[in-house]
């Protein structure tokens, strides 16, 4: 089996933790093979550049998947559209790991400074940041989990208190923002400040969740993953990704939708706003774990009938005033 994945380190890792999931006696005669594919969105990132909506990170490896280069392809679910490519399906998704959101460098919200600065490059996480706190600066950081890391490191602090970078000036970020998930699979829990609560900084559909995609009718790379595949999580994400798609989200939208089985039913958190943070809504809404696309739809219904359709018009035309 041809595993295709993206070759940054976290996705790697990521890939690896799959294929480690997977038993040996599943494979078949021809074992296991981890194919690299560079995606648009690789390309954009070296180039210090943002750009296309979140396919960039997927549409080479469904590619891969189409021409028969890869068997299976690994993706970070939240990357993966609302529209899947004719030919192809997402399997489900593999067991969770935690979907908050962290802060690092500081220990809590409250400890960052007034008019304090946050590195993040999700317009979410902005919005939400700016939401609690509206005295931040929300300072534009990419890169991979490495690179956002360095930067941070590369502010020290002086012995007076003030934040100066190694150039001697002020420093840029007296915090980052990161996904719990991908510190703690490249192994780095150790860096985390503290947790964002995921019922007030809800996280992106599918955020911490590996989705596995193949082509569709593939019973032999279906049936080599079926044993791996964790159904709380497939429904959970099934249900995020159902209401992004229902209320059209873009990357451009500040969008959080965070789903957990609640006893016998799922319940799910939505949360929509303006990149300012200076308005939004937010819902939850509990529904039946085998129904998860209706769940997402209803909440979807719910969220427009209190504003969010409205809020995301008007998020979309202020990302598009600030490019």
């Not at 480690?20 to 990132?45: F, H, K, N, Q, W």
């Not at 915090?175 to 510190?183: K, N, Q, T």
């Not at 911490?208 to 959970?236: F, K, W």
Request: glycine letters at 12%; a negative charge; charged letters at 25%.
């Amino acid at each position: 089996m041809r595993i295709g994945t993206r070759g940054s380190a976290l996705a790697l890792a990521q890939t690896r933790l799959v294929t480690r999931m997977i038993p040996e006696a599943d494979l078949g005669e021809g074992g296991l093979e981890l194919v690299v594919v560079e995606t648009s969105g690789d390309r954009l990132r070296a180039a210090t550049r943002a750009g296309g909506d979140k396919s960039r990170w997927v549409a080479e490896l469904e590619y891969a998947l189409l021409g028969g280069e890869v068997d299976l392809a690994v993706h970070s679910a939240k990357d993966v559209p609302g529209e899947i490519v004719d030919g192809l399906e997402l399997l489900g998704v593999v067991e969770r790991a935690p979907a908050e959101d962290v802060l690092i460098g500081v220990g809590s919200l409250e400890e960052l400074p007034e008019g304090g600065s946050v590195g993040t490059s999700s317009v979410r996480r902005g919005a939400q940041l700016l939401a609690a706190r509206p005295d931040l600066e929300v300072v534009s950081l990419r890169g991979n989990v490495d690179t956002r890391m360095r930067k941070l490191a590369q502010e020290v602090t002086s012995s007076n208190g003030t934040t100066s970078n190694r150039d001697g000036g002020r420093g840029r970020f007296d915090a980052i923002v990161l996904a719990s998930a991908g510190l703690h699979r490249l192994g780095r829990e150790r860096d985390i400040g503290c947790t964002l609560e995921a019922a007030r900084f809800v996280p992106a559909p599918g955020q911490g969740a590996l989705a596995l995609q193949a082509r569709a009718g593939d019973t032999a790379v279906s049936a080599a993953v079926e044993g791996i595949l964790d159904r709380d999580a497939t429904a959970c994400v099934t249900a995020e990704r159902a209401l992004a798609r229902a209320l059209d989200a873009s990357c451009n939208t500040p969008l959080g939708a965070h789903a957990r089985t609640a006893g016998r039913d799922l319940s799910l958190r939505a949360w929509v706003g303006l990149p300012d943070g200076s308005e939004w809504v937010a819902d939850e809404l509990l529904g039946d774990p085998h129904e998860p696309g209706e769940l997402g739809r209803l909440m979807a219904e719910r969220m427009a009938a209190i504003g969010a359709r409205e809020l995301l018009r008007r998020a979309e035309e202020m990302a598009v005033e600030r490019g």
